[in-house]
């Protein structure tokens, strides 16, 4: 019960960093499945991309409301990611959970990354694009498709949203507004995470009652999280929360290091601390 409630307690942590920042918190809901519930990583994963799916299509709501929601592009990119989320989701069972957690830790600092740079840099009010050139590729829309595809394997093979690479795709590559950006990767995201779930489903067990708890603790943590924005500075958050999540990679990297001291992946076996799950 103690294990429960603190996991749910991160997960409204999850859902204010969401509100607050408007992404990133989302990663988190793997290690916290794996490493506080006690969930086996492929069906951590498969769980994640419910919660980040469900999270992101709340998020679509108020973007989709001003305005800011390109239906065309996200059809013609999230095609292509859906497609990869599906096959990087059948593509998991052939690698190692122990590959998979790993290969998420480095998505974690690549994202971290994004978001220390991002926030190292001033912004002005009504110029959200000062930092992204124009595109200058004849042939643009191929390179979207082709990332869009390496996007969704990653999003199928780890649970992340993609959101970091979607954002700078849709304005470098597909001339789009940051604002309209942001708002059409949280609905490619989604779609995407259905497409990677249901290469899952079927295939791991699911604890169907702990991702509709996480799910609805995230969603009020981002309706605290974005009145809590009025009063704090995102910019300095982002700084921060990169921090952290590499913090929480070097974590996941040392637990899992086994593989580079013996070379045997014996992740999917092991359970970390925490309470054991009654899959139903």
């Known amino acids: 019960m103690t294990t429960w409630i ?49 999270v992101s299509l709340i998020g ?41 957690l790993l290969l998420f830790a480095v998505m ?3 994202a971290a990354g994004f978001m220390i740079r991002k926030s190292s840099k001033p912004t002005q009010p009504d110029n959200d694009l000062q930092y992204y050139p124009q595109p200058v590729c004849k042939y643009c829309w191929v390179w979207m498709l082709t990332e869009g595809l ?31 950006a942001v708002g059409t990767s949280l609905l490619i995201i989604a779609c995407n995470s259905v497409a990677g ?11 169907w009652g702990l991702m509709g708890s996480f799910i609805v603790v995230a969603s009020v943590g981002i309706i605290v999280g974005a009145y809590l924005a009025q009063y704090v500075k ?15 990679a070097a974590f996941i990297l040392v637990q899992n290091r086994q593989v580079f001291t013996s070379g045997q992946n014996q992740t999917d076996s092991i359970r970390k601390p925490g309470v054991q799950i009654a899959y139903r």
């Open 6 to 54: 603190i996991g749910l307690i991160l997960a409204a942590g999850i859902g204010i960093s969401l509100g607050l920042m408007g992404g990133g918190g989302s990663v988190l809901a793997l290690p916290i499945l794996v490493y506080v519930m006690g969930v086996e990583a492929k069906s951590a994963i498969a769980m994640t991309l419910v919660i980040v799916g469900t």
């Open 197 to 207: 779930f249901l290469g899952y489903l079927g295939q791991v067990p699911l604890d």
């Open 60 to 100: 679509v709501i108020p973007h989709w409301r001003r305005g800011n929601i390109n239906f065309k592009k996200a059809f013609m990119f999230g095609a292509a990611t859906m497609v990869g989320a599906f096959l990087g989701a059948k593509l998991a069972f052939f690698v190692s959970g122990t590959f998979q």
């Open 108 to 110: 974690m600092i690549i």
């Open 234 to 248: 995102a910019q300095q958050l982002q700084k921060a929360f990169g921090y952290f999540l590499i913090a929480v």
């Open 150 to 180: 390496g996007v969704g394997v990653l999003t199928g093979l780890v649970g992340v949203g993609g959101g970091f690479a979607i954002v700078p795709a849709l304005v470098l590559l597909g001339n789009t507004p940051m604002k309209e």
